[in-house]
Structures are given as structure tokens and as C-alpha cells.
């Protein structure tokens, strides 16, 4: 199993970035797939999911601005009215099973985003 993030970048504030995440090896259909971030000397955050039954979970701080969507192999993450604070290398995650909680994970490598002011 593979998973693959692209589209980060450089970005200014207020601007927009959409995130992608493709699997190989297996299809998000009936899983749960979401995305975390970590700043430079800060703690990984969850920032969004959405599980097997197309339930979805945003932080606080993103509600109204990102977006999480999926199709069988790829998760799409919109980051709209981008902010200084949204800068972190972000991950997607594949959990097995239908919630979020499942134990067995898989994750990808991280792709940057930075926004400047």
C-alpha cells in the first residue's frame, strides 16, 4: 500500500491550494482517509477526515475554508483564504474500516505548504 500527496506549494495569504493524495495497492471505498499537518516545532494536528460512510471532521480552525473529498484512489484536500497558520508539511492517512478510529493506519509522505504574508 502507497500513498502519494502532491500539490503543496507557496501560497499567499488569502490564497488557495488544493491537495492530493492517491493510493496504490488499495481503494478508499469503505475506509477512512483524512489529512494531518505539523508545523516547524509544533504538535501533528488532525485537520480533516472523512470516513467510510462519508461522514466528515474538520478542526476548528479550517471550518468554512477547506474541504475534503474523495473518490475510490483519491482524497483531495481545497485550502481556500489560506492563512500564515495553515503553514505545515501535511499528511494524508488511510485507516482501515469504516471510522476513523481504526487501528491499522497507513500514511504518506508529507507535502509542504507555506503561506506568506
Known amino acids: 500500500v502507497q500513498l502519494q500527496a502532491s500539490g503543496g506549494g507557496s501560497v499567499q495569504v488569502g490564497g488557495s491550494l488544493r491537495l492530493s493524495c492517491t493510493a496504490s495497492?488499495?481503494?478508499?471505498?469503505?475506509?477512512?482517509i483524512g489529512w494531518y499537518r505539523q508545523a516547524p516545532g509544533k504538535q501533528r494536528e488532525l485537520v480533516t477526515y472523512?470516513?467510510?460512510?462519508?461522514n466528515i471532521h474538520y478542526v476548528d480552525s479550517v471550518k468554512g475554508r477547506f474541504a475534503i473529498s474523495k473518490d475510490q484512489n483519491t482524497v483531495c484536500l481545497q485550502m481556500n483564504s489560506l492563512k500564515p497558520e495553515d503553514t505545515a508539511t501535511y499528511y494524508c492517512?488511510?485507516?482501515?474500516?469504516?471510522?476513523?478510529?481504526?487501528?491499522?493506519?497507513?500514511w504518506g509522505k508529507g507535502t509542504l505548504v507555506t503561506v506568506s504574508s
Open positions: 495497492g488499495i481503494t478508499f471505498s469503505g475506509n477512512a
Open positions: 472523512i470516513n467510510g460512510e462519508d
Open positions: 492517512v488511510l485507516k482501515l474500516g469504516l471510522y476513523w478510529y481504526g487501528v491499522y493506519e497507513y
